[in-house]
């Protein structure tokens, strides 16, 4: 596998927030996204075998790993590598942007109770809306999540529609699009009375926006 980097750190988004995690970043991404904060990992990486990669996140005092990106399925080893941490007593949350069917992961991975896949819409401002397989989101359980970044009033009223439309079983969550003010997005989100969470990247709260590795 082509491996961006692998750092241990604090977990900012989703279900997780705030718990250790091993985070596994992949190399390569079929999606330019106006907001990416990863454009570091379209290229940049090394070829690492399943085994190199489970014997490095040994070292770490942690069972939870964030497999990221870039696009992790766009690797042909990502399903083994998942099978071989859950098979080490690991707990995985798989990112996915959304684009790419996830129905051959489910068709593979059998216990799902130690795997969250972690699924993104990509709204208008991100350019690459028209990209998505909204038909994922039906591919979804209770135990798995899904994410919108949100930029402006188009791109909730677009993730809004889309959640009425597919009525998702998992958790929802909009994220502001990184240095937006909250404080909009939470206000909008209370006058239309949404079940949703709102997500705030605590880790570059923590880090700062501009770190690596953290």
């Given at each position: 596998?082509?491996?961006?980097e692998?750092?241990?750190?604090?977990?900012g988004?989703?279900?997780?927030?705030?718990?250790?995690?091993?985070?596994?970043?992949?190399?390569?991404?079929?999606?330019?996204?106006?907001?990416?904060?990863?454009?570091?990992?379209?290229?940049?990486?090394r070829?690492?075998?399943?085994?190199?990669?489970?014997?490095?996140?040994?070292?770490?005092?942690?069972?939870?790993?964030?497999?990221?990106g870039?696009?992790p399925?766009?690797?042909?080893?990502?399903?083994?590598?998942?099978?071989?941490?859950?098979?080490?007593?690991?707990?995985?949350?798989?990112?996915?942007?959304?684009?790419?069917?996830?129905?051959?992961?489910l068709?593979?991975?059998?216990?799902?109770?130690?795997?969250?896949i972690?699924?993104?819409?990509?709204?208008?401002?991100?350019?690459?809306?028209?990209?998505?397989?909204?038909?994922?989101?039906?591919?979804?359980?209770?135990?798995?999540?899904?994410?919108?970044?949100?930029?402006?009033?188009?791109?909730?009223?677009?993730?809004?529609?889309?959640?009425?439309?597919h009525?998702?079983?998992?958790?929802?969550?909009?994220?502001?699009?990184?240095?937006?003010?909250?404080?909009?997005?939470?206000?909008?989100?209370?006058?239309?009375?949404?079940?949703?969470?709102?997500?705030?990247?605590?880790?570059?709260?923590?880090?700062?926006?501009?770190?690596?590795?953290?």
């Open positions: 596998m082509m491996i961006n692998i750092f241990y750190s604090i977990q988004e989703g279900k997780w927030t705030g718990l250790p995690n091993i985070f596994i970043r992949t190399t390569g991404c079929n999606l330019r996204c106006s907001f990416c904060d990863t454009q570091y990992a379209y290229k940049n990486g070829e690492m075998s399943i085994e190199e990669i489970a014997r490095r996140i040994k070292k770490y005092p942690c069972k939870y790993v964030c497999l990221t870039g696009e399925l766009l690797q042909k080893d990502t399903i083994d590598l998942i099978k071989k941490l859950i098979e080490e007593n690991y707990s995985i949350c798989l990112e996915t942007n959304g684009s790419l069917n996830i129905e051959k992961i068709v593979n991975i059998k216990n799902r109770k130690h795997l969250i972690s699924l993104d819409i990509k709204c208008p401002s991100s350019n690459m809306h028209q990209k998505m397989y909204l038909n994922n989101i039906s591919l979804l359980n209770k135990n798995d999540q899904l994410k919108f970044v949100i930029l402006d009033k188009k791109d909730y009223e677009y993730a809004k529609n889309i959640i009425r439309k009525k998702p079983q998992c958790t929802v969550f909009f994220q502001p699009v990184w240095g937006i003010d909250p404080i909009i997005l939470s206000r909008w989100i209370l006058s239309d009375g949404l079940n949703i969470r709102l997500s705030l990247q605590i880790h570059k709260i923590i880090w700062g926006d501009k770190k690596r590795g953290v």
